[in-house]
């Protein structure tokens, strides 16, 4: 068994942590060698002790006796959407979608009234509809900082508000703190409720750092 907390400032929306960044730390608590796949069973709990213990499959991560998430080695490899320019990236911030309204204005991530956060900015790719993409300057690094990165560009692919359900992450190379990254997205069809979306990590040079598949859920308000 392995204990975590998530600190309050790694929020998502109020009150629940940033589904990438409590992916990323409940991954890395499981200890699994690959590709591996975090499913959100509810919000995740901020400043709340969580165990990450062995279950039937994988891994359960518990907070008393609410399952938090499960978390299983994946199957094969992920594909990653293509790189593209930082110039381009800086016009895609032009488009980002949360300045006219931000379902989540503090998330971590991307929220744009976060005192810490990381302050992405991603927006629609020119005629490419259901992709985004943004810059990154990272100044700190980790994995549930890599995770949470690679979590909302996912999110901003249309104007439907979801949060994040399921994520699995490959990770090939750490981001440089200060040094220019590039964060894209693209997604299929939306079915139901459900999005599927991929995204990737790069490098000002177009090295690809990591690589994620993410399932999206739509909110009902």
């Given amino acids: 068994m392995v204990e975590v907390r998530i600190a309050g400032r790694f929020n998502g929306p109020v009150g629940s942590g940033n589904g990438g960044y409590a992916s990323g730390v409940l991954a890395g608590a499981a200890g699994l060698v ?7 069973r509810v919000p995740p709990p901020l400043d709340t002790a969580i165990s990450v213990v062995a279950a039937e ?8 006796e609410t399952c938090v998430a499960t978390v299983v080695e994946g199957d094969g490899g992920l594909g990653a959407p293509g790189f593209v320019p930082w110039e381009t990236a800086l016009e895609c911030e032009k488009a980002f979608a949360g300045d006219d309204g931000h379902p989540f204005p503090t ?20 005629g490419r509809p259901g992709t985004t993409a943004c810059t ?43 040094a220019r990254h590039i964060l894209v997205a693209d997604s ?13 990590l790069y490098t000002a040079d177009g090295e690809l750092l990591a690589a994620a598949a993410q399932t999206w859920i739509a909110v009902q308000r």
């Fill in 34 to 40: 690959g590709r591996p796949v975090v499913t959100l």
């Fill in 57 to 64: 499959t994988g891994f359960a991560a518990m907070a008393g």
């Fill in 107 to 126: 998330c971590f991530a991307c929220g744009p009234a976060h005192p810490t956060g990381l302050r992405l900015r991603p927006g629609q790719q020119p």
């Fill in 136 to 178: 990154w300057i990272p100044a700190e690094s980790g994995d549930g900082i890599v995770w949470a990165a690679l979590d909302c560009p996912g999110g901003w692919v249309d104007t439907v508000e979801r949060v994040l359900g399921r994520m699995s992450c490959e990770v090939y190379g750490r981001p440089e703190p200060g």
């Fill in 188 to 200: 299929g069809a939306p079915d139901g409720r459900k999005l599927a979306a991929r995204t990737a």
